[in-house]
Every structure is written in structure tokens, then in C-alpha cells.
């Protein structure tokens, strides 16, 4: 070889190691060593919470956190067309979702916990069975139970909230199904209030979501056994036709739905009302548990009528 051809290879030779010192120091694609390549499609980020417009200072105008399950991760079914409906609602709405196929969850809204009115009852349900340690509830206890969550009768919900050891036994079993914001009301005879005290527990979505988890998809160490997570969706399942909103709104016929619904006027005009809906969906290509609490509304069939609407929304959302 000639001294020039010896020199060509020799700078040939050089760009090999330098190149091969910069894959090794950055790692391929520009990315340190040891981090992986986010999978198309993923959420990398969390959006935070809008507070209405102008236009309706009292609505909640959207924000969605999403936790990403992979490449097939679903779009957001609270941003969009959700948040734009709920700009023109009066009242402040917080909601929840939780894909049960993918594992993703969203939320909408900003605000303080709110009232639970009657949706509490799933809570002084779930408290009872786990209090029972795989046990079915008595006869006596089952018509009760019956009655409280097909027909959301207060006398049923008192006797077996006091069973349950009103605020303390539910306090208990809210923290071992991991509810972070719910605060159980401690008196069921208040002053000033009409109404049973229980329903002025307050809670957030997320926290609901926690609760019905623990019926449809509960984790390594179910605080329920099979057999208790059945009954209690049964009776969600066949709540009073007159009680079949909320969650519902927009669902075809030949869906699975399982939920409770609560409503409760927070001042002595009734202009002030909460409504609220939790519930399971499956069927159509979805599976998925929701939550919405609103408070706010003028009338209670506003707020029926606005979870209604955002139900149809998300329903539409989740195919």
C-alpha cells in the first residue's frame, strides 16, 4: 500500500471509533442508555384542569389526566366534545373514567369534594360485605340492602349504616380500598338539615372509581369475595326503572349497566341540588367504570338531565 493509501485508511479507520464512541455515550437515537422509545400514540403528559369561560363562570371546562396502557392506548373520552358540553351547563361537574380494557383513566374538572347524597349507599353496601369476610349478609340484611340500592330507600340506608358503624366503619373501609378524599359525615340527625346525614359525606370521582374497582375489578387482594361482587352489581343492575339515568344516558339497550345515582337538594328553595351517578358499562365494544358529581344545579332534573348528556358523550367517546 502507498504512504497516501496508508494515510485513507488510517482517517477511515478514525471516523469507524469516533462514531462508535457516540453510540455508546448517547445511546441509539439520541436517547440515554437504558431508556426506551415512547410507543406511538402514548400520553407522555397530564392536562390540567380548566376552570369555565365567561360565557359559564360555574362550568367546568375540561381536563383530563390519562395514564397511557401502550400503543393501544384509548383517546381521551372527558376532553372535546365532553368539556365543550359541559361549558354550556350550569353547575360545577367533576368526572371520572376508568377504561377497563386498557387500564387508562381520565378525569374532568377542578373543584373541593363534593356531596355523595345517595351514591354513599354503595359505600355503607361495600363496608357491610367486607365487614362480613366472604359471608353473605343475613336475610334481614339482604332486603335491606335490596331496598337501599334498587329503590334508594334513607330508612334502609340509615338502619344499615348505623350496622356498618356509621362514620368510623365506613372511615375504615375507605382506607382499605384506598380512598384518599372521601370523608364519611359524622351525624346522620344534623342540625339545620332535613334530610339523613349520610348523604352530606363528601367524596371526589377518583375516589368512586376506587370503589367500584373493588366490585368489577379488584386487585391481587380483593376486599370482597366473588360471590359479594356479584351480588352487589346485581342489585346495581336492576335498580328502579325510575332511577335508570345518569351513567345510562346515551347507552343501548343489551348493555350491562350497573349503577347507583344520588340526588339531594342542599338548600331549603330546592335551588340548589346534587346529583350524582357511578356506575360499570360493558357491552358494544366498551367496558368501562364511570363517575360524575354535580353540584350546582337549579333543579334536579338539570342535573339528571346534564349527566345524562355527559354520559351520551362518553359513551360515544369510548368505541
Not at 363562570?57 to 358540553?85: I, K, N, V
Not at 340492602?145 to 330507600?153: H, V, Y
Not at 370503589?211 to 387482594?221: A, I, N
Not at 346534587?274 to 357491552?283: A, P, T
Amino acid at each position: 500500500m502507498t504512504g497516501a493509501g496508508r494515510a485513507i485508511a488510517g482517517i477511515a479507520a478514525a471516523v469507524v471509533v469516533a462514531l462508535v464512541l457516540v453510540l455508546v455515550v448517547r445511546g441509539h437515537g439520541g436517547r440515554p442508555p437504558g431508556v426506551p422509545p415512547t410507543p406511538s400514540g402514548t400520553p407522555t403528559g397530564t392536562l390540567a384542569a380548566r376552570a369555565g369561560d365567561g360565557a359559564s363562570p360555574a362550568a367546568t371546562r375540561g381536563a383530563a389526566a390519562a395514564t397511557s396502557a401502550g400503543p393501544e392506548a384509548h383517546a381521551d373520552p372527558l376532553s372535546g366534545a365532553a368539556a365543550a358540553y359541559l361549558a354550556g351547563r350550569s353547575g360545577t361537574v367533576l368526572a371520572a373514567v376508568y377504561d377497563i380494557t386498557t387500564g387508562q383513566s381520565w378525569r374532568l374538572g377542578a373543584g373541593s369534594a363534593q356531596a355523595e347524597a345517595s351514591i354513599v349507599k354503595l359505600d355503607i353496601l361495600e363496608t357491610l360485605l367486607a365487614q362480613r369476610g366472604g359471608a353473605s349478609l343475613t336475610p334481614a340484611d339482604q332486603s335491606l340492602a335490596e331496598s337501599m340500592i334498587e329503590d334508594s330507600d334513607n330508612d334502609a340506608a340509615t338502619s344499615l349504616w348505623d350496622e356498618a358503624g356509621g362514620a368510623t366503619g365506613i372511615g375504615a373501609y375507605n382506607h382499605r380500598a384506598g380512598l384518599s378524599a372521601t370523608t364519611p359525615s359524622p351525624c346522620v340527625t344534623c342540625a339545620g338539615f332535613p334530610w339523613p346525614g349520610w348523604g352530606l359525606s363528601t367524596t371526589v370521582p377518583q375516589d368512586q372509581l376506587s370503589l367500584l374497582k373493588e366490585l368489577v375489578v379488584p386487585g391481587p387482594r380483593p376486599l370482597l369475595s366473588k360471590a359479594q361482587r356479584s351480588y352487589a352489581l346485581s342489585l346495581m343492575e336492576h335498580v328502579t326503572p325510575d332511577q335508570a339515568w345518569g351513567v345510562s344516558g346515551g347507552v343501548p339497550a343489551g348493555t350491562t349497566v350497573a349503577l347507583k345515582n344520588g340526588w339531594l337538594p342542599l338548600n331549603d328553595a330546592s335551588t340548589d341540588w346534587q346529583v350524582n351517578s357511578v356506575g360499570w358499562i360493558n357491552g358494544g365494544g366498551r367496558d368501562y367504570l364511570i363517575a360524575v358529581l354535580g353540584t350546582g344545579n337549579p333543579t334536579e332534573q338539570y342535573g339528571i338531565d346534564t349527566i345524562n348528556g355527559l354520559s351520551s358523550v362518553v359513551w360515544s367517546a369510548m368505541r
